[in-house]
């Protein structure tokens, strides 16, 4: 009788850790998950940003091209 005391507690301690384990993984692949989002998406606002000051700056020179080439 003592020994099956025994076995069932060893039994629920490992069932018992292998919960926590597995919770405590669960959540911290959810957390990954949640500053990998964060990242990617200001990862693309900073290249839109981007996208938008190239653009601006592309528009600029070619109407600067188109001036100095009216002045002469």
């Given at each position: 009788?003592?020994?099956?005391?025994?076995?069932?507690?060893?039994?629920?301690?490992?069932?018992?850790?292998v919960?926590?384990?597995?919770?405590?993984?669960?959540?911290s692949?959810?957390?990954?998950?949640?500053?990998?989002l964060?990242?990617?998406?200001?990862?693309?606002?900073?290249?839109?940003?981007?996208?938008?000051?190239?653009?601006?700056a592309?528009?600029a020179?070619?109407?600067a091209?188109?001036?100095?080439?009216?002045?002469?």
């Amino acid at each position: 009788m003592r020994i099956e005391r025994k076995l069932l507690l060893g039994f629920l301690i490992v069932v018992l850790s292998v919960v926590i384990v597995g919770s405590i993984g669960v959540i911290s692949s959810i957390h990954v998950r949640d500053i990998f989002l964060r990242v990617k998406e200001n990862e693309f606002i900073q290249l839109i940003e981007a996208v938008k000051m190239e653009s601006a700056a592309r528009q600029a020179s070619i109407k600067a091209l188109e001036y100095s080439l009216r002045k002469e």
